[in-house]
């Protein structure tokens, strides 16, 4: 039976490709905002991979942003100033995601399980009015996803066994992990995530426990 | 600058002794229920305390509660139920907790500072309607207050120094050691915490940054 409901956040819950690149356009006027965004975007998994690996201790989501917004911004040929890695903390929800975490919610816990930090994570909540019951993830697990721990550490955190607990996502390899991991699954598509052209995570690539065309038609169906 | 508010919850926010002692006259009908929640809560600190000094490692809060409910059950004669100890999962807010948190939560961000585990903080603020922003204390530090580790993090958890975070507290003693962290101070006096004969935290014992009536005056004076 599924108690709780943790949810992947950038890009299940947020559009993070057109709210960053607002701030990208309104620090850097001169740079492609959207392209900045992608570009942007693009260093995260990397970034995450040698600390998943093991070749760097764990660095919380907001350092390696900044770092990468760096990187990013000399490629772009600019100087990007440090307060633009807030964007991250100012990310538009899809329209159904406020209105369907607030029915989940009367019925299960619901957190996000994210790679971003609990600071990030918090700041974020309250600029996009997600109403969490607490805050799980990354953090927790000093870990990124899609290693195990984060799964594992966010179940334990709410002293819930993994069978007792549902992985929402618009990832197919976040909810390949998390079944891996014991958990249920639930895949909600996003397909402008990475704008008009996106060629992945399109439809669900398993049967996954649930798969729902947007937070009301969750809530609709876990009712 | 304070930027975000941790508050202490048992006591200070909620009313355990009455909501305890509730759940135990359900429960347990022919013991005493407010005195069999004092001797309770009476465990509370001892079972820490080994915690604190190093003789035992980290254990969450809800595994000690339960230690002590059979402990406790023995000393008056009965046998409890393990479910009985969830009762800790349903502390009534005093009055002016969920209105004060409201109108703080505008301008700060809000979270527990408690020795609580984040999953039993989450089902208390499910129950209580505890609108914080995040869950935040001793699952974190892995540690107990008012062992230092557990304030910074807190603090450290929201990316903020101690000098932008303000510990609020209806004792004495958790105030005395976030100040000697570095955090300011708020103390909000619970006066029947303990019942008709509390004899102690009746009255601020420094000049804490901030002393206020209740969470209502205490949103008046950080307005």
Redesign the interface.
Known sequence: MTLALIFDVFGTCVDWRTSVARDVAAALPHVDAIQFAMDWRAEYDPAMKRIRDGGRGYV?L?DLHLENLHRVAARHGVTAPDSLNTAWERLDPWADVVPGLTHLRKTH?I?PCSNG???L???L??YAQLP?????GA?LARDYKPNPAVYLASCA????DPGEVMMVAAHNGDLFAARDAGLYTAFVPRPTEYGPDQATDLAPEADWTVVARDFTDLARQMA
Chains 1, 2 share one sequence.
């Open positions: 919380p907001d816990i957190a930090s609990i600071a994570m918090t700041r909540a309250r969490w019951d607490c805050i799980l953090d955190a709410l002293r819930l």
